[in-house]
């Protein structure tokens, strides 16, 4: 019996060894879309521009300030999200925001590494006062054109 323990338990753990290989999913590249179409990037996801190969990545929210639907405010609040945009071996970092405009606040559109980006939506809008919204609930809607 001793014998057969060792090269069973063997067995038994190389088996479950190779199922948890399995569950491992493969790196997927990041999608792609055409210049002029609406993009949905979500947080700390990326998309390609074609033709092209310029890439944009949700960062981060920096703040979201918009007033819930929930609420009647004086004011609608915006929300500024960083994203980072690359093209070859060069990397951009920079500001986009909703609601507001002019300065102090950051502008929803900008030109950078020859393309035009023009954020459409942060997305989701707040609902309810006093909810915090988690980072990786959000997402953008951006358009890029030339």
């Known amino acids: 019996m001793k014998k057969l323990f060792f090269p069973i338990l063997a067995v ?3 088996s479950n060894l190779c199922l948890q290989c399995n569950r491992w ?3 997927q590249p990041p999608p792609e879309a055409d210049l002029g179409d ?3 990037i979500g947080m700390q996801q990326s998309v390609f521009i074609q033709p092209g190969d310029f890439r944009l990545t ?3 929210v920096l703040d979201d300030s918009r007033c819930p ?3 009647i405010c004086v ?3 915006r929300a500024d999200v960083r994203m980072v945009f690359a093209l070859d071996q060069t990397t951009v970092t920079d500001t986009l925001g909703v609601g507001g405009q002019g300065a102090p606040w950051a502008p929803d559109s900008m030109s950078v590494l020859g393309y035009n980006i023009k954020l459409i939506d942060i997305l989701p809008y707040p609902d ?3 909810v915090v919204i988690p ?3 959000y997402k953008v809607k951006v358009v890029v054109t030339q």
Request: proline share 0%; net charge negative; hydrophobic share 40%.
């Open 135 to 137: 980072q990786n609930d």
């Open 128 to 130: 309810h006062s006093g």
């Open 58 to 60: 949700l960062d981060s």
């Open 25 to 27: 999913e493969e790196v």
């Open 38 to 40: 609406t993009v949905e």
């Open 12 to 14: 038994v753990a190389l």
């Open 75 to 77: 004011w609608e609040g």
């Open 69 to 71: 639907l929930d609420v």
